[in-house]
T-cell receptor, first 109, second 115 residues
Framework: QQPVQSPQAVILREGEDAVINCSSSKALYSVHWYRQKHGEAPVFLMILLKGGEQKGHEKISASFNEKKQQSSLYLTASQLSYSGTYFCGIDNYGQNFVFGPGTRLSVLP | DTEVTQTPKHLVMGMTNKKSLKCEQHMGHRAMYWYKQKAKKPPELMFVYSYEKLSINESVPSRFSPECPNSSLLNLHLHALQPEDSALYLC??????????????FGPGTRLLVL
């Protein structure tokens, strides 16, 4: 079952922060975050496993709340290169991997 | 090396043609995937191969026929496609099949146009 992402789209100025949310109606084993730029393949950002962990990579970090069956991706001090569509993907305990509908992020100068 | 390669990059075919898409990885991954992605939509899983055996077929029409000749190669054979099959076809691989928190690495995709 496809996870829900919010917001659908967000427009930022360089240097601003954004949060993208991903939630599932079923228990999650892991949450994956990908970014896809127009005309390119999805690029892996990070994976969060059950246990409520938080991860970070430079100015992009994410949290995973297993009990609430949701994950959030945090982008701080956004750069022009952050523009693209962000997808969460979920593993529902052995069921097929499913991507969310995506959040379109535009960073303006 | 975390590279998955796909050929061709672009493909235009008629509804009566037979063509094949090719995917290759040399990361020692034992799971390989085909996804279909339409514009402004997320990738949709089509097939999963695990240890060179087809483990998942997401009710894909028989005009799409996957093949895994060895652990590094994945093909998608196309025959009698419809215009609505036009899309970006993505190949991905992971250490083992998803469901266990494995990261999938994607190739650049083949952009297919069916006339």
């Amino acid at each position: 079952q496809q996870p829900v992402q919010s917001p659908q789209a967000v427009i930022l100025r360089e240097g601003e922060d954004a949060v993208i949310n991903c939630s599932s109606s079923k228990a999650l084993y892991s949450v994956h975050w990908y970014r896809q730029k127009h005309g390119e393949a999805p690029v892996f950002l990070m994976i969060l496993l059950k246990g409520g962990e938080q991860k970070g990579h430079e100015k992009i970090s994410a949290s995973f709340n297993e009990k609430k069956q949701q994950s959030s991706l945090y982008l701080t001090a956004s750069q022009l290169s952050y523009s693209g569509t962000y997808f969460c993907g979920i593993d529902n305990y052995g069921q097929n991997f499913v991507f969310g509908p995506g959040t379109r992020l535009s960073v303006l100068p | 090396d975390t590279e998955v390669t796909q050929t061709p990059k672009h493909l235009v075919m008629g509804m009566t043609n037979k063509k094949s898409l090719k995917c290759e990885q040399h990361m020692g991954h034992r799971a390989m995937y085909w996804y279909k992605q339409k514009a402004k939509k997320p990738p949709e899983l089509m097939f999963v191969y695990s240890y060179e055996k087809l483990s998942i077929n997401e009710s894909v029409p028989s005009r799409f026929s996957p093949e895994c000749p060895n652990s590094s190669l994945l093909n998608l054979h196309l025959h009698a496609l419809q215009p609505e099959d036009s899309a970006l076809y993505l190949c991905a691989s992971s250490q083992v099949a998803s469901g266990t928190g494995e990261t999938q690495y994607f190739g650049p995709g083949t952009r297919l146009l069916v006339l």
